[in-house]
């Protein structure tokens, strides 16, 4: 990978975790089918890490393996846009609904082409009953080191770990609060640089 790529990879990636996206949580999903206030089980965080190690962690993201893993699974569609970026870049981004024994998840892949390269992202969201014990759970369990960068923006906050377990993947956790409930996201993104011609 080049000098310059590696400056791309992770300007593009924090692109991708920071997109705030239309009904970005799973809150706007759960709302608009008329769900109450529940407050969920306090095994619900663990519930979601699990998923999100298995469908997400084990290996690199791949949209189409993922899209896949989704249908196999049976899950309930949520989200299938398209959308061209500014720099002439596609975003292409899918969501489902699933159960967990401890509540509802969502699945949510996306993969953004450009002339750099492809960036993927795997992520699950959901509701917790403590969006910090979450995050806390989360670098403790991945073993994230440092200090994240952090962004708050339309309510929610995004922080931001790069180069996660020296893969050259980068890892977000976002939550927001809801009149619903608290919600979170965590999501691991890979950028493949093109290759030279």
Known sequence: ???????????????LALACLSGALLSVSLSA??????KPPVDQAASLFGA???????????????TAYAAALRLLP????TEVEPDGA???????IGSLTTGPFALRVEKMSGAKGVLTSCAIEGQV???ELFRAMVVTRMQLRGTPEHELRDGTN?????????TGMNVAVRDMDRPSGRFAQIKLLQMVPARPN
């Open 1 to 15: 990978m080049s000098d310059q790529d590696k400056r791309f990879a992770p300007v593009a990636a924090r692109r």
């Open 33 to 38: 089918a008329g769900g109450d206030v529940i």
């Open 52 to 66: 999100f190690h298995i469908m997400c962690n084990l290996k690199p993201p791949n949209f189409e393996s993922l």
């Open 78 to 81: 949520l989200e299938e846009a």
């Open 90 to 96: 596609t975003l292409t981004r899918k969501a489902w």
């Open 129 to 131: 009953p403590d969006t």
């Open 158 to 166: 995004i922080y931001f770990w790069e180069n996660y377990g020296d």
